[in-house]
């Protein structure tokens, strides 16, 4: 019971800190649309609704990229794993309270991208929407641990890239293809892993 | 430690030697595709070997995450660093090979070419994860973390990768062809024999180097 | 109580400290002097638990008694004092939160500006939350870095009334790290220099 308010606790701040700065949002939001802008462009005339999805993922992944970037700016730039993970709360709940705040930041930019994906290249369907919603799941995961241990080194924004996307391209793979089962495979595997291993990444200890 | 090094090295050069005359002289010219075929006995062993580099550099990750023992930090970062290079060679011969049978340098129908793809970049980022973040307990754990990831990434990806090939690739390569005879087979084990010692020589050798440049410093250290 | 013996640590090559005792009994007071970058603030981290020592022996305390302070307020910047005291307070799981928050913010001057966001503050006025943040949970294991930085003669004269307060009888232990020692050296009863 504990650990579930901790995590409400931290989510919540996280959730404030959006509020205030309004950072990360909107250039999701912005980012997004974007992209799906350069892919119409990008696509040629005529195009499969099938190869349009393939770029909705691509458009998906590096907005959920631009999300997890930001997700550790303010425990870097104050030293807040330091306060973080000497109270008792367990450490994995910094981690939970993390990827729930990030989980939110990104669904919310998609509850403006899938729609806006439907009007301007008309290749949505319940299937996709439905691995949209469980790859989102293991983005947030992995992501958030990734994104602690980007936030560690010197190179930082440039780092999360290089260790998130090799991690992402069975996501993609799910994805596209819409096989649920796989997401769900996926989910629960990194997750775990994700849970178990987040004590490691802030705490020398 | 001293004995060891120069045993392994002379086994590792007699079996590469006895490798390379059995892979070109004994075993049998391919049916179909003829002398080509034989860089398979260099492919197949250098991908396996690969593996069994990250799988020991994932090993002694998780005895580090156990002990906190510096030395197994040092061994995994050693074991991961030997199978980016097998990983990389396999990468080369896997392209020499589809150049020959298929006419492309690179082919996506082949999971185990695509799989050593994503094993590569996910691994070069393990090297870049390390050099950007300061020596100490804190990288050892993150490196540790991050190889652990790897293992596990291998069957995920290699699931991943084959279903792909449902909606990107319908057709299926044939790579195997028949089975392999008991002198192909046999010379098969011999190279991939050769291919392990030549992992455990070089992890060797790396190790010891690494070594001796710590107690080296640590040295230096004592007398400033 | 504080116990570590033969501590050491590295970072990669570089030794900051080696072969080190601690020994600050309930009611001590360790007074750790020395020039910028001479180790205190490693010692400290290692002291707190958010450093693994590379060699040697040292008993953790649990981690809800300890109060540590760092070169940064450690609070975050775009929350209002009330916002992070209530998180934290939160976090460490205190029961009657509200009373005490208000109760050390009223004591640091930071009543007035409770519901102001914490970067439109001074330095002296972030390392006072600091102070806050760090008694919020009454810590027994107090470690505090420098924690006369940036604090005006206001802010300083609070803190020297914390100090003055604490008496010996309370199981507490103080580690203090400071290049200006004069302030709080009546209170030591034990002292570690740094070279």
Not at chain 1, 94 to 113: H, M, P, Q, T
Not at chain 1, 148 to 153: C, H
Not at chain 1, 170 to 186: A, E, K, Q, R
């Amino acid at each position: 019971m504990t650990y579930a308010s901790d995590v409400a606790a931290l989510a919540r701040k996280d959730l404030l800190l959006e509020l205030r700065a309004k950072e990360t949002l909107p250039s999701m939001l912005l980012f997004v649309i974007a992209a799906l802008t350069i892919f119409h462009f990008a696509l040629p005339n005529g195009t499969s609704d099938v190869a349009a999805r393939g770029l909705l993922w691509a458009a998906l992944i590096f907005t959920a990229l631009l999300g997890l970037t930001r997700a550790f700016v303010a425990e870097r730039e104050q030293s807040m794993f330091d306060a973080l993970i000497l109270t008792p709360v367990d450490r994995s709940a910094i981690w939970l309270g993390k990827a729930i705040a990030v989980l939110a930041f990104l669904v919310a930019a998609e509850i403006v991208a899938l729609p806006a994906f439907a009007m301007f290249f008309h290749g949505l369907n319940g299937r996709t929407v439905a691995a949209v919603a469980l790859a989102d799941l293991g983005i947030c995961t992995v992501g958030t641990l990734f994104g602690a241990m980007a936030v560690a080194g010197r190179a930082r924004e440039l780092l999360l890239p290089l260790l998130f996307l090799p991690m992402a391209i069975p996501i993609v793979v799910g994805g596209v293809g819409g096989y649920l089962w796989f997401l769900v495979l996926y989910d629960a595997i990194f997750a775990l892993l994700s849970w178990a291993a987040f004590e490691y990444v802030v705490s020398e200890v | 430690m001293h004995l060891k090094l120069p045993a392994l090295a002379a086994a590792c050069t007699g079996l590469f030697g006895l490798a390379v005359v059995f892979a070109f002289f004994y075993a049998p010219a391919d049916a179909d595709q003829g002398l080509s075929q034989r860089i398979f006995y260099f492919h197949v062993p250098l991908a396996l070997t690969s593996y069994a580099c990250f799988g020991w550099g994932a090993w002694k990750a998780l005895k580090y995450l156990r002990g906190r023992d510096e030395r197994a930090d040092l061994e995994s970062y050693v074991a991961i660093h030997q199978g980016v290079i097998f990983g990389a060679l396999t990468l080369l011969t896997g392209s020499i090979w589809a150049r020959i049978s298929w006419g492309v340098w690179w082919s996506w129908g082949e999971d185990e070419l695509v799989l050593f793809l994503v094993l590569f970049l996910f691994y070069c980022a393990y090297f870049m994860l390390r050099f950007s973040v300061d020596p100490g307990p804190a990288r050892a754990n993150m490196s540790a973390v991050y190889a652990l990831f790897g293992v596990v990434l291998i069957p995920v990806s290699f699931l991943a990768i084959r279903l792909s090939k449902q909606f990107i690739h319908p057709v299926v390569f044939k790579l195997q062809g028949p089975q392999m005879t008991g002198a192909q087979f046999f010379t098969f084990c011999v190279c991939l024999a050769a291919m392990l010692t030549l992992f455990a020589t070089m992890y060797a050798i790396e190790l010891a180097g690494k070594r001796l440049d710590c107690s080296l410093r640590e040295l230096k250290e004592l007398l400033s | 109580m504080i116990q570590a013996r033969a501590l050491a640590k590295r970072y990669g090559d570089r030794r900051v400290f080696a072969g080190l005792d601690v020994d600050v009994p309930d009611g001590g007071f360790l007074l750790v002097t020395g020039p910028n970058g001479s180790g205190k603030t490693t010692l400290l981290r290692v002291l707190a638990g958010l450093a693994a020592p590379s060699a040697g022996e040292l008993q953790l305390p649990p981690r809800h008694t300890i109060g540590y302070l760092g070169h940064e307020p450690l609070v975050y910047r775009e929350l209002t004092p009330l916002e992070n005291l209530t998180l934290f307070g939160r976090l460490y799981r205190l029961p009657e939160r509200g009373e005490r928050i208000g109760m050390l913010l009223e004591r640091f001057g930071l009543w007035e500006v409770r519901h102001e966001r914490v970067s439109t503050f001074s330095r002296g006025m972030q390392q006072r939350l600091g102070l806050c943040r760090v008694l919020l949970h009454e810590p027994t294991h107090l470690l505090l870095d420098e924690p006369y930085n940036a604090l005006d003669a206001e802010g300083a004269a609070l803190l020297d009334a914390v100090f003055q307060e604490h008496s010996f009888e309370e199981p507490r232990a103080w580690v203090i790290a400071t290049h200006e020692p004069q302030r709080v050296d009546r209170y030591a009863t034990e002292r570690l220099a740094f070279a």
